[in-house]
């Protein structure tokens, strides 16, 4: 169950303010919110505070933490649209260093709703800017277009993740992805910068796939991160234990390459190491979400049966 509560204890005096990332690609089903579901955790466990925002109307990204979307006070759509203080917007996940602002399909209307409000592409980024020395690092989930709730997103990141699966026309579409964040860039945000691109859906039985990361090598030849996501039935499976993959098999494929993701992406972020990185058997890892079964093996849980606490 989760609940609006206060965000994280604020960072010691003088701390920097939060990284902020972008996870977006206007396509569809290319790994953006499993890519965003385990960077965070996995740069939690890590001992960073992060703040996972869940911009996309489906919310599949606070499904996949097991957060109950019925007990949440306020979203990201009351953030944007009402503009309520994002700290209260906040549900604390059961996993430490871990903190989400959730998403509902009410959001699908904000885009409607805030055509005509002043400072519509910035309403994000204002109410990041409240809570940004909370945290190391926020990571924004965007949604598979290029409409406004994704320009919000581009205008409060500092850098952008672009998730491009191993299929055929992969780069179809990148080059526009890639003009809305020049856009971006040039009127409503110099800073932000891409900070590389992450191939996901790899499937090693195929030309295709490999063919694919090749031309996409040759596009971004200084941007692609060496981790390449595989194909793999537990990455599907995780999101229906309210888990990422890192808790739910963290010996599987898909696991060690987000692991060498996260890994790449504390190095491009330039993050000053923290904490350590916890064994499986860490208490506050690896349980989130999960029900025993009568056999002893794994038990799916409804979305929101453990994923978040409530203070």
């Given at each position: 169950?989760?609940?609006?509560?206060?965000?994280?204890?604020?960072?010691?005096?003088?701390?920097?303010?939060?990284?902020?990332?972008?996870?977006?690609n206007?396509?569809?089903?290319?790994?953006?919110?499993?890519?965003?579901?385990?960077?965070?955790?996995?740069?939690?466990?890590?001992?960073y505070?992060?703040?996972?925002?869940?911009?996309?109307?489906?919310?599949?990204?606070?499904?996949?933490?097991g957060?109950?979307?019925?007990a949440?006070?306020?979203?990201?759509?009351?953030?944007?649209?009402?503009?309520?203080?994002?700290?209260?917007?906040?549900?604390?996940?059961?996993?430490?260093?871990?903190?989400?602002?959730?998403?509902?399909?009410?959001?699908?209307?904000?885009?409607?709703?805030?055509?005509?409000?002043p400072?519509?592409?910035?309403?994000?980024?204002?109410a990041?800017?409240?809570?940004?020395?909370?945290?190391?690092?926020?990571?924004?989930?965007?949604?598979?277009?290029?409409?406004?709730?994704?320009?919000?997103?581009?205008?409060?990141?500092?850098?952008?993740?672009?998730p491009?699966?191993?299929?055929?026309?992969?780069?179809?579409?990148?080059?526009?992805?890639?003009?809305?964040?020049d856009?971006?860039?040039?009127?409503?945000?110099?800073?932000?910068?891409?900070?590389g691109?992450?191939?996901?859906?790899?499937?090693?039985?195929?030309?295709?796939?490999?063919?694919?990361?090749?031309?996409?090598?040759?596009?971004?030849?200084?941007?692609?991160?060496?981790?390449?996501?595989?194909?793999?039935?537990?990455?599907?499976?995780?999101?229906?234990?309210?888990?990422?993959?890192?808790?739910?098999?963290?010996?599987?494929?898909?696991?060690?390459?987000?692991?060498?993701?996260?890994?790449?992406?504390?190095?491009?972020l330039?993050?000053?190491?923290?904490?350590?990185?916890?064994?499986?058997?860490?208490?506050?890892?690896?349980?989130?979400?999960?029900?025993p079964?009568?056999?002893?093996?794994?038990?799916?849980?409804?979305?929101?049966?453990?994923?978040?606490?409530s203070?």
């Amino acid at each position: 169950m989760a609940t609006a509560v206060g965000a994280a204890a604020p960072a010691p005096s003088g701390a920097p303010a939060a990284a902020v990332v972008a996870l977006a690609n206007q396509k569809g089903g290319v790994g953006k919110t499993t890519t965003a579901v385990n960077a965070a955790v996995g740069l939690a466990r890590r001992g960073y505070r992060v703040l996972l925002v869940d911009m996309d109307p489906q919310g599949n990204a606070t499904s996949s933490l097991g957060v109950e979307k019925a007990a949440l006070l306020h979203t990201v759509y009351d953030v944007l649209v009402d503009e309520v203080p994002i700290a209260r917007a906040v549900a604390v996940t059961d996993r430490p260093n871990l903190d989400l602002v959730a998403s509902t399909p009410t959001l699908a209307g904000a885009e409607i709703e805030l055509v005509e409000a002043p400072r519509r592409e910035r309403r994000l980024a204002h109410a990041l800017a409240a809570v940004a020395d909370r945290y190391h690092v926020v990571l924004i989930d965007c949604p598979p277009s290029l409409g406004l709730l994704t320009v919000n997103a581009l205008t409060a990141a500092r850098s952008v993740v672009v998730p491009i699966q191993c299929e055929f026309l992969a780069l179809e579409g990148v080059g526009q992805l890639i003009t809305t964040i020049d856009l971006v860039k040039r009127r409503l945000n110099p800073p932000l910068d891409v900070a590389g691109v992450l191939m996901t859906m790899f499937d090693a039985r195929t030309r295709l796939s490999a063919h694919v990361v090749e031309e996409v090598r040759r596009y971004f030849p200084q941007r692609i991160f060496r981790a390449v996501v595989p194909r793999s039935v537990r990455l599907a499976e995780a999101p229906s234990y309210g888990q990422g993959i890192l808790e739910y098999d963290p010996a599987s494929r898909g696991a060690t390459a987000y692991e060498a993701f996260v890994d790449e992406l504390v190095d491009r972020l330039k993050l000053a190491a923290v904490g350590h990185r916890p064994s499986t058997a860490d208490p506050g890892w690896g349980t989130t979400g999960i029900a025993p079964a009568s056999d002893g093996a794994r038990a799916p849980v409804a979305a929101g049966s453990g994923g978040a606490r409530s203070r």
